[in-house]
């Protein structure tokens, strides 16, 4: 493979890992504030022992994706400088804003609340996890503002020797920007959803002592399923309508096209199909109190059903950026031009170094997510804590 | 102006991360030596932990305002500093999957597992500074520096890390003397060097377009105070030492 190809599968890899962390980090983020305010609230004890069990899940998989996000903003100056020498006024500089805006705010604030546990007094700490839920949400819309504008670049002029912003307005309401948001918003709960719900199926399979917590977390997870698989059809509805008027080519590679970018649709929308049947049969099912504990073939579907919310994403992002070739900033700048001038030896070894470190960090992410959702949460009748670390450490 | 004011908000981020950011990378190099037994290290790591997002977020946000405001800048140095951003952003992530894994799994062979990660990537992270710093100290922004100057002073710069993380385990760790005063000995030193080789920048000629710039900056002045208020919060939160009981 020669270097743009080396760059190209190298970032393809980085953000594809670190979307799998990000998807269910920014829908579960969501779920436990919600489950924090309950508790914090209504004093309610299961709440808060959900917020706890629920939150160590969360943490384990926000460490990954933090690590991967950090690979992935290195890499674009890494490998791509001609895009930031290129598009640095518009893309570089909303990338600055989720760095300062939301990301710095966010981390901080999540170091709070994980260490903070039984140090700040619980007000302040539900304060803190809404900050973290909010600035997340930030996060996700300044990094749509980058890749909104490569795929319409709306709101600048070239200039000089690269682009000019010359309309921030319509760069920050671009379309592109604002449908992709409420899609992986949506798209985040409705990981969120099925992963609540399958962990519960397996612990209520197991027949584990904590039927009423998990009969919950399952309703919970179904519930939410549900209404969020239908924002992510509404807002992928608009996105293709979307792309006919702003990007034909990518329409033609999605109707008659033979390559990866149309694969990828298919792929999103047969995934989308059977999590939208299954969620209408859950529906059902949820109804029942009985038969959340007792119907165990139905657990095992739902422990089945935890990859597909990541088939789905990961396929649909296939479809959006592979769509956009030649282009990185459609209409402008070719991916040819955005490579950095790179040697083959310093692609090749960044590349066996970064996808070898996510091999890893995938494996162990896997193996401590499943150690700790196998475990359940905390006796109701908690032992001493350790002393030295946070509670969710 | 708003150029100005834009890498004078880098360089404050640059130091913030330097100043905080060192003391933690600076214990993680020592673990071995702070922490002789796995129950004394499960402490010095119970140290750092508390701290290590809110001070890695600062060289997040210098990286993102260099991408940002400087883009022309960033694109000549980090592909000319290639193979030590890798090495830099590797040994960061495997200093923290040691630091966030730690606590989760097993006693004996998980945390030693981890305690290793933590520092080789923290002696990584120490390392490809120091030689980036070194170069930029003699001059050379596009391309690895070498020579027996730049070995030199990164030996100096290594050892910087080492003594700003002991100074930070003088306040944090039960059992061991030093006060505010060290610390901001070692911070001010770290700073120095940073700032130094800051000056070796030409920061006018690789400006973002001043329409951008009048956006990012003011924005990135609004959301200061939200920004140092979780600061604040964590340091005072975590300014006692951790526990001397260790429990299992």
Redesign the interface.
């Known amino acids: 493979m020669d270097v743009l190809e080396l760059a190209r599968l190298q970032f393809a890899l980085t953000a594809g890992a670190h979307f799998l962390f990000v998807a269910l980090t920014l829908g579960l983020a969501t779920v436990i504030a919600v489950l924090q305010t309950r508790a914090t609230v209504g004093r309610s004890a299961i709440h808060a022992r959900m917020t706890r069990f629920w939150g160590r899940l969360y ?2 998989n926000y ?1 990954m994706g ?3 996000g ?2 992935m ?2 890499q ?3 490998s791509w ?2 895009l ?2 290129f598009a ?3 893309v ?10 939301a ?3 966010e ?6 609340w994980v ?2 546990w039984d ?2 007094n619980r007000w302040a700490h539900l304060a803190a996890i809404w900050v973290v839920t909010l600035t997340a949400y930030a996060s996700a819309y300044w990094i749509l503002v980058a890749n909104g504008f490569m795929q319409n670049p709306v709101g600048a002029a070239p ?2 020797d ?1 682009l ?3 309309d ?1 307005a319509a760069v920050l309401t671009n379309p592109s920007t604002l449908h992709a948001f409420w899609h992986v918003l949506t798209g985040a709960l409705v990981t969120a959803g099925f992963f609540l719900a399958g962990v519960s199926a397996w612990h209520l399979l197991r027949r584990t002592p904590e039927a009423e917590f998990f009969g919950r977390s399952l309703r919970i997870g179904v519930l939410i399923a549900g209404p969020a698989l239908f924002g992510s059809a509404v807002t992928g509805g608009l996105q293709l309508q979307l792309i006919q008027d702003i990007q034909p080519h990518k329409w033609a590679e999605f109707s008659e096209g033979s390559g990866a970018a149309r694969v990828g649709a298919l792929l999103m929308l047969v995934t989308y199909a059977a999590m939208f049947f299954f969620s209408l049969l859950n529906a059902l099912l949820a109804l029942s109190r009985r038969v959340i504990v007792t119907a165990h073939l139905w657990h095992v579907a739902l422990i089945a059903a935890i990859p597909l919310p990541y088939v789905a994403m990961i396929s649909g992002w296939v479809f959006r950026e592979v769509g956009r070739q030649p282009w990185v900033v459609d209409g402008l700048l070719t991916t040819q031009d955005a490579v ?3 040697s083959p030896s ?1 692609i090749r ?2 590349f066996v ?2 996808v070898t ?1 996510f091999a890893v ?1 995938i494996a ?1 992410n896997t ?2 997510l499943a ?2 959702a196998r475990r359940g949460p905390d006796p109701v009748a908690p032992g ?7 509670v969710l ?1 | 102006m708003t150029e100005t004011l834009a890498a004078a908000l880098l360089g404050f981020f640059a130091l913030g991360y330097f100043m905080l950011g060192g003391a933690d990378i600076g214990v993680g190099m020592m673990l071995p030596f702070l922490g002789r037994d796995g129950d004394r290290r499960r402490l010095v790591v119970a140290a750092i932990v508390p701290f290590f997002l809110a001070n890695e977020v600062w060289l997040v946000a210098t990286a993102g305002l260099l991408i940002g405001a400087f883009p022309a800048l960033e694109a000549q140095l980090f592909p000319g500093l290639f193979p030590l951003i890798v090495a830099l952003v590797t040994g960061w992530i495997v200093r923290d999957m040691g630091l966030w894994s730690r606590e989760r799994a097993g006693a004996r062979v998980w945390p030693a597992i981890c305690d290793a990660a933590v520092t080789l990537g923290s002696w990584t992270v120490a390392g490809a500074w120091a030689w980036i710093l070194a170069g930029l100290l003699t001059g050379v922004t596009d391309d690895v520096a070498g020579g027996p100057a730049v070995a030199l002073l990164a030996a100096v710069v290594v050892a910087l890390f080492a003594l700003h993380g002991l100074s930070f385990a003088g306040l944090r760790l039960p059992g061991r003397t030093g006060g505010r005063s060290r610390f901001a000995v070692t911070a001010a030193a770290l700073a120095g060097v940073v700032l130094a080789a800051g000056a070796r920048l030409d920061f006018a000629a690789s400006a973002a377009d001043d329409a951008t710039l009048r956006l990012l900056v003011p924005a990135v002045a609004a959301m200061l105070p939200l920004l140092l208020i979780g600061q604040v919060l964590t340091w005072r939160l975590f300014r006692h030492r951790v526990a001397g009981r260790v429990s299992a």
């Open positions: 943490v384990i460490a933090i690590v991967t950090l690979v903003e290195f674009l100056g890494l400088s001609g930031t020498h640095g006024n518009v570089g500089a909303s990338l600055a804003m989720e760095t300062l805006v990301f710095f705010v981390s901080t604030f999540l170091g709070l260490f903070g140090k700040l200039g000089g690269g000019r912003l010359t921030a950095s001038d790179l310093a070894f960044s170094t970064f470190a960090l162990v193996w401590l150690r700790q001493p804590e350790p002393v030295t670390q946070g450490v």
